[in-house]
DNA sequence: ACGCTTGCGTTATGTTATAACGAAATATAC
DNA sequence: GTATATTTCGTTATAACATAACGCAAGCGT
């Protein structure tokens, strides 16, 4: 049974695509109760390890939620700018930022596998109305 | 009233600083139950916020745990090293990744106002074990 | 067709975190 | 010193996030 799985997977990714922040599993949940009225969260929670597992989508490991990957070609992990102002989630590509961390890491004799990079603060959109106002 | 919140935070601040690796607040809360019968999770997650806020205790967001601080006299944020293996949490220090960090997200006219930056993988100790089997 | 393996939905439960309220301690006013 | 306002904290209850375990059904080799 290949579809039926894979049918989920692009539910899931469609509405976390459409989505203007991150969103947490139940989030989800709700958002496909429509379509399926007996969803629970292990199908959602396995959707979206699948997804994570191919890059599709990250998790948010301060917000405990999730957002799709707007940046399909990267090969490393990107750095997650956070507004917690208005919730959006940017991903920014900074190779070199990686490259010194693993250097100074494995200074330590740390052999990295997974790094968790999520800067909160204001984005600019939020700090010009700030300022604005 | 200044004592009876400052007892609390000092135990689970002991606690922590026993444990070797990071702990949940329900690690904590079991911890205590035997010196507090009644302890109850609104009373560990009070002295975990205000540990946390005066820097002597750091919450590891992809462990949803926390640390106690190890290193008193750091000004910005940490890098949390976490072996995956034994579970062991190091803070290291690197200023100028902080600053690299912020400067590439201000271009972006981001304002970074809290800074999470965990890395996963096996530290030192754990790799020369496994080199050695 | 038969038995094997794999993946998935479902039920149930485990884990992490906070809202809400009342009692007790502290401070301030008189 | 008593009354009143303010803050802090314990307690109960519940919300939010996540996974274990089971069983059915699809796909596959024989
Ligand atoms: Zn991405
Ligand atoms: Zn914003
Ligand atoms: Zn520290
Ligand atoms: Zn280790």
Chains 1, 2 share one sequence.
Do not use: W
Not at 83 to 102: H, M, Q, R, T
Not at 114 to 132: F, L, P, S, T, Y
Request: hydrophobic share 40%; glycine share 6%.
């Amino acid at each position: 049974m290949r579809t039926r799985g894979e049918v989920m997977q692009s539910k899931i990714l469609a509405v976390l695509k459409h989505a203007d922040s991150a969103l947490s599993a139940y989030d989800i949940l709700e958002a496909l109760r429509d379509e399926f009225p007996k969803i629970a969260p292990p199908t959602v929670y396995r959707g979206l390890a699948a997804l994570t597992e191919k890059g599709s989508v990250h998790r948010v490991e301060s917000l405990n939620s999730f957002v799709a990957c707007t940046n399909h070609n990267h090969d490393h992990a990107s750095i997650m700018s956070i507004c917690d102002d208005c919730g959006s989630v940017e991903e920014n590509e900074a190779p070199k930022i990686f490259d010194d961390l693993s250097g100074l890491l494995g200074k330590t004799g740390f052999d990295a596998h997974r790094h968790v990079i999520e800067v909160h603060g204001v984005c600019a959109a939020c700090g010009d109305q700030d300022n604005a106002s």
